[in-house]
């Protein structure tokens, strides 16, 4: 299997006019002649100012494309219009975009990290219909990523381990990954003061760990969807997020229907860790795999609390290892249907491999504008 995650998205990227100076008027030269030079025409000036829409049209989406690995989602342009602004002379140039943006883990059949690959090795489809990789890269990108702590009773006996395998996440991370905590029993709540949405600091992160006790129920739903929302305030472009729980939940507001549409529709991996109590009826690893697999991530089913701390570091291997792939997709309609996704990779030279990847990803039915209400991607 290997490993992929997404992000789409359907930008509108407003462009100000203002800036751009007038061409330099023509100075008339000097006639030594005792008669008159012919009059030169006079410049063209709607073809001057089609010239500079067609250059910054161009510009725009050169840097789209090189900003793609430092934004949430970034698109190549898929048409564009000029517009006057009513109340003044200034000009406004908007870029309407698509792009899939995909972040990829690949294995070799010793289930080891494959490092090494070039775009020409990976081929990605939709829909069952071949891609044209627009961009690729492979590269030790930071992260975004949520800490999900479970705290119900059922983990009490555990925390030790839990927080140790944690701050071992954060020590095998890069140093500027932008990393938060939610803590949930049957409530949810950040580990981090409100004046800090994330950080790298492993003091800041072992109190924000440490400071609940373990009590009460499971509200594993609920704390995921605070997680995926809190995600939208990182500025990288890559997002995940670590699940420590048994997967049983008997206290959300959510069910588990919504948080996977909220899942899917995220550019978040979402990795899982089940740590069971045979006492506790409410545990559910099918959820915890279901998770993982649908957003590109990885269950993981440890028999002792002990191994916690070692699947964490893999996890940050894994992470720091992905290959990241863009394409924009070779049917842009935006019906709001489910498309399937299918990341392959071959090199003769590693012999077989795979890639682990989500489900797919939904188009929506309509392209949120920078500045509009609702909740962006």
Not at 19 to 37: D, H, Q
Not at 164 to 169: E, K, P
């Amino acid at each position: 299997m290997s490993i992929a995650s997404f992000a789409y998205c359907g930008n509108n990227y407003d462009v100000p006019w203002e800036g751009i100076k007038p061409l330099p008027k023509i100075r008339k030269r000097k006639v030594l002649t005792s008669f008159k030079a012919p009059l030169k025409r006079k410049p063209d000036l709607s073809s001057q100012w089609n010239f500079w829409i067609m250059r910054i049209i161009a510009s725009a989406c050169e840097l789209s494309l090189l900003a793609l690995i430092t934004l949430p989602c970034v698109a190549s342009s898929q048409d564009a219009v000029s517009s006057q602004n009513s109340s003044s002379n200034d000009y406004t140039l908007r870029i309407n975009t698509n792009l899939v943006i995909l972040n990829a883990t690949v294995l070799d059949h010793h289930n080891a990290l494959v490092s090494g690959l070039g775009k020409n090795d990976f081929q990605v489809y939709e829909d069952h219909v071949l891609q044209q990789i627009k961009y690729f890269s492979h590269e030790d990108l930071p992260v975004t990523v949520g800490l999900i702590i479970d705290n119900s009773g059922s983990m009490s006996s555990k925390r030790t381990n839990v927080i140790a395998a944690a701050l071992s996440f954060v020590r095998s991370s890069n140093p500027q990954d932008q990393v938060f905590v939610v803590n949930f029993n049957e409530h949810v709540s950040y580990g981090l003061p409100a004046d800090i949405p994330f950080t790298d600091r492993q003091d800041q992160l072992q109190r924000a760990l440490s400071e609940i006790k373990a009590i009460g129920q499971t509200a594993l739903y609920d704390a995921i969807t605070t997680a995926l929302d809190h995600l939208k305030q990182g500025n990288l472009a890559k997002k995940a997020l670590i699940v420590i729980s048994d997967g049983g939940d008997n206290a959300s507001r959510h069910s588990l229907a919504q948080v996977l549409e909220m899942a899917r529709s995220s550019a978040a991996m979402i990795y899982t860790i089940g740590i069971f109590d045979e006492q506790n009826g409410d545990q559910n690893p099918g959820v915890l795999k279901r998770f993982a697999k649908e957003t590109g991530g990885e269950a993981f089913l440890p028999e002792s609390p002990k191994e916690i701390s070692s699947i964490c570091e893999g996890i940050a291997r894994d992470i720091r290892n992905q290959y990241t792939l863009a394409y924009v997709p070779a049917i842009s309609k935006q019906d709001g249907r489910f498309r399937v996704v299918d990341v392959r990779a071959s090199a003769p030279r590693h012999g077989r491999l795979s890639v682990r990847t989500r489900t797919g990803y939904s188009l929506p039915l309509e392209p949120l504008a920078i500045g509009s209400k609702g909740n962006r991607p």
